[in-house]
């Protein structure tokens, strides 16, 4: 692939994860990244030792080290707390010329929680991802690796390489991101849905994830097989096409997803033994022909050598090991033909690019959105017949309101974007898109492959009415390979990706920790794709932009994936505990399903527990100050913690740790969320008025220039809204 950052210079001046997974995006995309940071043993990180040394290996690939600048920057990334964001100061001012300044925190400077120590598994405690994810009886499953840190580090590259598309004098001169509100992406749908409906988040189970079911995976005769079916349509190809089990589709109590979602230890007693019966790639064929979401479940360790995947180039070697580590997960293809670069303007970086969406969903949406916010014209597709199936797949009866202008997940990631409503599949719908095809900078979809071709408007068509456009492609699996047509949601992208091996404890079912992680994440990194090509657009012309979802998530388990290789064994399945660092912890709580969590990264936070428990006799004991020690007394500790904890309110357990610098804070459920002191008050959630629900909650983007939000500048378009003022009048 062509290196489209080329020419930008990157300074990282701090260590951890974040940010120095935002500074490998950069690398992997050819600008020259220089790190200030020592070579140092990275044995905490991933799967610890030395799999967490080369873990760390992988996030550096393609930067240089140096003991201090060398000349002028575009940007210096510095984090994660407000000690590193100080030392980087004087960097800064060492250099030549000003550079734009990302500050990539844990949290927010203004908030309770602004001086909070924290962890991956504080913050997925916190955005709610652990409550509902484990055993309804509990306790919450805090989920392996470092997917928090990676959102940020993903969600800080879109911020400044949008910047970083301004001349030097109008950029801004300080890019902060934190890592609570970029976590936000995967529950803050949920957490406005819940508010306005006044309902409260369950622990349904493990693999049970309201509103789908099954959405799961099942064993086979020689593995296992991910299976989602969400509409009617789906069950009833699930049980007559693929199991030959008309009664089931018949029986009335598994009429509904959310009927199946209650009944589901019966749903499996009666399914999971006929999965047994064929292979797995059967099972993947005969979805495939019954239009069931249906994906093979390979290991961490078994994806490099995945024919799919080694077509694709989704890994490479990273350092001498002989291991693979993910790449990019998209593929680009520059068509030559020159276009200007986007200039900025009171809206954003983006503000003059015209933007078509065609996405569905939540993947393709959320790309839309976060080019909206970053200042695009976004003018997003739908029709009568095919409305974005957020709005709601059950049948609309018209009533009044609609039910499709009432889904708030809906609202939050269409806001700021212009709606129109073109029937693709008839002549005139079909040559109103193409007439806007022609004037756009982008386009942007995440159909099924092919499905696009069939309409009429593939990639190599758009190509032809716009020489120079930067088009998205975003399939589950991407386009071409043995795999590219298989149907997905965000469960089965997740359910392809390694993941449910990483998590849960030893005897569980391979397991999902979110009922779509694959979804936001897709989207955020094809917006990232577009905003890398936009900066190549001027030198290089436009882009074919092949990205495939599931790849997305290599990223976020490449600690498992890098680990697999190097010992030839499985990772181990640990629940709430990790190699890394001990203790971890999910205590009980005074309240009904009221938990703590914790996590002992160091020397000074078991120092603090110690202080916190009154256990002046371990913190007096030297070999209790190295972890593996801790770790061999994990069940003892876990039981001095249960019985502090317990007469406790989590609010109280939290502050009390964090008193004493131990990472810690009460596992949230999503339905809470808008009432987090935190994001209220570091300006996370806003109001707006929209047409049929009047005044409404909305979340903001999770990143200021210059301490300022992206303006909210239009809530999410009514079904058509814009139809007359963008294409002109037509029947739709």
């Known amino acids: 692939m062509e290196r489209p950052l080329e020419g930008l210079r990157i300074l990282e001046a701090s260590g951890e994860v974040a940010v120095r997974y ?94 909070w120590r924290a962890t991956d598994e504080i913050i997925s405690a916190l955005v709610g991802l652990a409550y509902a994810f484990g055993p309804q009886e509990g306790p919450p499953v805090l989920a392996q690796g470092h997917g ?6 993903l969600t800080a590259f879109n911020a400044t390489a949008a910047a970083l598309l301004l001349p030097r004098a109008q950029r801004p001169s300080r890019i902060d991101v934190n890592v609570f509100e970029a976590a936000m992406c995967f529950t803050e749908t949920g957490a406005m849905s819940a508010h306005v409906e006044g309902v409260t988040s369950h622990r349904w189970g493990v693999n049970r994830f309201a509103p789908t079911y099954p959405c799961t995976s099942y064993r086979t005769a020689d593995g296992w097989v991910g299976v989602t079916a969400l509409i009617p ?21 598994f009429a509904t997803t959310v009927d199946r979602l209650l009944l589901a230890d019966e749903v499996d007693a009666l399914i999971a033994p006929d999965f047994l019966t064929r292979t797995t790639a059967e099972w993947v064929a005969l979805g495939d022909k019954a239009r069931v979401p249906t994906t093979p479940m390979p290991r961490p360790g078994e994806l490099p050598q995945m024919a799919h995947w080694r077509a694709r180039h989704t890994f490479a070697r990273f350092d001498d090991s002989g291991v693979e580590g993910p790449s990019l997960p998209f593929r680009m293809r ?6 200007p670069t986007p200039r900025g303007g009171p809206a954003g970086p983006l503000s003059g690019l015209k933007v078509i969406d065609f996405g569905m969903g939540w993947a393709g949406p959320i790309c839309g959105r976060t080019l909206a916010d970053l200042g695009a014209d976004v003018i997003k597709v739908e029709s009568e017949t095919h409305p974005d199936w957020w709005r709601g797949w059950e049948p609309d009866e018209g009533g009044d309101p609609p039910l499709t202008e009432l889904r708030h997940n809906f609202f939050c990631v269409n806001v700021n974007k212009r709606g129109i409503a073109l029937d693709l599949t008839r002549p005139d719908g ?13 386009t942007l979809e995440n159909f099924a ?43 089965t992208v997740e359910q392809a990706s390694g993941l449910p091996y990483m998590n849960g404890e030893a005897d569980w079912a391979p397991c999902l920790q979110h009922v779509a992680y694959g979804d936001p994440l897709a989207g955020l990194y094809a917006a990232g794709s577009i905003l890398a090509a936009l900066h190549a657009r001027s030198r290089l012309g436009g882009a074919e932009i092949d990205l495939a979802q599931t790849a997305c998530l290599f990223q976020f388990g490449a600690d498992a994936i890098i680990a697999e290789q190097l010992s030839g064994a499985p990772v181990p399945r640990t629940g709430n505990r990790r190699g890394r660092m001990s203790p971890v912890y999910v205590a009980s709580c005074d309240g009904e399903d009221e938990w703590v969590a914790l996590a002992v990264d160091g020397e000074h936070a078991w120092d603090g ?14 070999l209790l100050a190295l972890a593996p020690r ?34 810690a804070a009460p596992v949230q459920r999503a339905s809470n969320l808008a009432r987090d002191p935190q994001l209220l008050a570091g300006g996370f959630w806003d109001h707006m008025e929209r047409r049929y629900v009047g005044r409404h909650l909305m979340a903001n983007s999770p990143w200021t220039y210059d301490a300022r939000r992206p303006a909210l500048r239009r809530p999410a378009p009514v079904l058509g809204e814009h139809t007359g003022e963008v294409v002109g009048p037509m029947e739709v």
């Open 334 to 339: 520059f068509d030559g033909v020159a276009q």
């Open 233 to 253: 349509a789906q069950w009833r190809a699930l049980t007559v096409g693929m199991l030959g089990r008309p009664e089931l589709a018949e029986d009335p109590r």
């Open 148 to 153: 928090p840190q990676l959102t940020a580090g």
């Open 609 to 622: 527990l110690c202080r916190a428990l009154g256990r002046d006799d371990w913190l007096a004991d030297p």
């Open 22 to 115: 935002c500074g490998r995006l950069f690398a992997q995309l050819g600008a020259e990244v220089t790190t200030l940071i020592p070579q140092a043993g990275d044995v905490r990180l991933g799967y610890a030792g030395s799999a967490g040394e080369a873990y760390g290996r992988w996030l550096d690939a393609g930067k240089r080290r140096s003991d201090a600048p060398d000349g002028a920057v575009d940007l210096i990334i510095a984090g994660q707390d407000w000690t590193g964001i100080a030392a980087a100061e004087p960097v800064a001012r060492s250099l030549p010329e000003p550079a734009v300044r990302l500050a990539l925190t844990w949290f927010a400077s203004d908030g309770p929680y602004a001086s």
């Open 630 to 663: 801790r770790a061999a007394l994990a069940e003892d500790i876990e039981a001095e913690i249960a019985a502090w904890a317990v007469l406790k309110t989590p609010q109280q357990a939290a502050a009390l740790l964090q008193g004493e610098g131990v990472p």
């Open 449 to 491: 492959a092919g499905v696009m071709e069939k309409l009429g408007l593939g990639q190599a068509e758009q190509r032809r009415l716009k020489p120079g456009l930067i088009s998205v492609s975003m399939p589950a699996f991407g386009n071409g390979g043995p795999l590219s047509g298989l149907r997905a949601y965000g469960s």
């Open 430 to 442: 079909l040559a109103a898109a193409k007439a806007l095809v022609a004037r756009a900078d982008v």
